[in-house]
C-alpha cells in the first residue's frame, strides 16, 4: 500500500540538542511538505520541497532544516535554536503542480516531539 | 492575504442531530483547492473532501454533504443524523494556487454525545 511513514511517533529532546524526524513516501510524489500542529490551533507550513535537491521555507521555519536527497525521504531537523519545538510534526505529499483528479494532500501519522 | 477561517472552536450536538461546520477563506489566486480534513484523537488527518475554484457543484457523500458558494467564500461542511464516531477536530484547508501548500484553519471540535 501506498502512503507515508514518519517516524518516531514520539521524541524526547533534551533542550540544547538537535533532533531529526523522518518521513519517507512511497506515493512517487514529487513535492512534500513539514507541517508543525500547536495545541488548538490549525497546522502551519515548515518547509516544503517540490524537487529534489531543491526545497523552500514556509511561513515558521526558524528553528528548523532539511534536506531532498531522494524524491522519497524528506527528513526534518529541529535544531537547538526553534524555541519553543513542543508540537506535533505532520508530513505530506502531494503531486506537483496538483493533478486536478488527486489534489490532495497525503499525510503521515505525525510525531509528537517534548522537550525534556 | 490568504486565510481560512473556522470560527466555530468547539460544538456539542447529541447523538442524531445535524450539525454544520463552517469555513470562510480569503484568496486572490482564481485556481485553488479547498478541503476538509478529519483528525480523530490518533492524530492523523483523514482526507474528507476536495472542490476546485472552478467547480461550485455541492457535494453529498453518505451523510456527509459539503456546500461550495465563491460568492460569500465559504465551504461549509454539514454531518446529517451525527454519530459518536463523528466526534474529531475537523479542518478546512484552501491551497496556496495550483499547489500543495496548505493554508489552515484552526480546526473544529465536534463533540457528539450518545
Known amino acids: 500500500d501506498g502512503g507515508i511513514t514518519q517516524s518516531p511517533k514520539y521524541l524526547f529532546r533534551k533542550e540544547g540538542q538537535n533532533v531529526t524526524l523522518s518521513c519517507e513516501q512511497n506515493l512517487n510524489h514529487d513535492a512534500m511538505y513539514w507541517y508543525r500542529q500547536d495545541p488548538g490551533q490549525g497546522l502551519r507550513l515548515i518547509y516544503y520541497s517540490q524537487i529534489v535537491n531543491d526545497f523552500q521555507k514556509g511561513d515558521i521555519a526558524e528553528g528548523y532544516s532539511v534536506s531532498r536527497e531522494k524524491k522519497e525521504s524528506f527528513p526534518l531537523t529541529v535544531t537547538s535554536a526553534q524555541k519553543n519545538p513542543t508540537a506535533f510534526y505532520l508530513c505530506?505529499?502531494?503531486?506537483?503542480?496538483?493533478?486536478?483528479?488527486?489534489?490532495?494532500?497525503?499525510f503521515g501519522q505525525g510525531t509528537r516531539l517534548t522537550v525534556v | 492575504a490568504q486565510k481560512v477561517t473556522q470560527a466555530q472552536t468547539e460544538i456539542s450536538v447529541v447523538e442524531k442531530e445535524d450539525v454544520t461546520l463552517d469555513c470562510v477563506y480569503e484568496t486572490r489566486d482564481t485556481t485553488y483547492y479547498l478541503f476538509w480534513y478529519k483528525q480523530p484523537p490518533s492524530g492523523e488527518l483523514v482526507f474528507l473532501i476536495r472542490?476546485?475554484?472552478?467547480?461550485?457543484q455541492n457535494e453529498i457523500s453518505g451523510r456527509y454533504s459539503w456546500n461550495f458558494q465563491k460568492s460569500t467564500s465559504s465551504f461549509n461542511f454539514t454531518i446529517t443524523a451525527s454519530q459518536v464516531v463523528d466526534s474529531a477536530v475537523y479542518f478546512c484547508?484552501?491551497?496556496?494556487?495550483?499547489?500543495?501548500?496548505?493554508?489552515f484553519g484552526q480546526g473544529t471540535t465536534l463533540q457528539v454525545k450518545p
Open positions: 505530506a505529499s502531494t503531486s506537483y503542480p496538483l493533478d486536478i483528479t488527486l489534489p490532495e494532500a497525503f
Open positions: 472542490r476546485n475554484s472552478f467547480d461550485e
Open positions: 484547508a484552501l491551497s496556496r494556487g495550483n499547489t500543495g501548500k496548505l493554508i
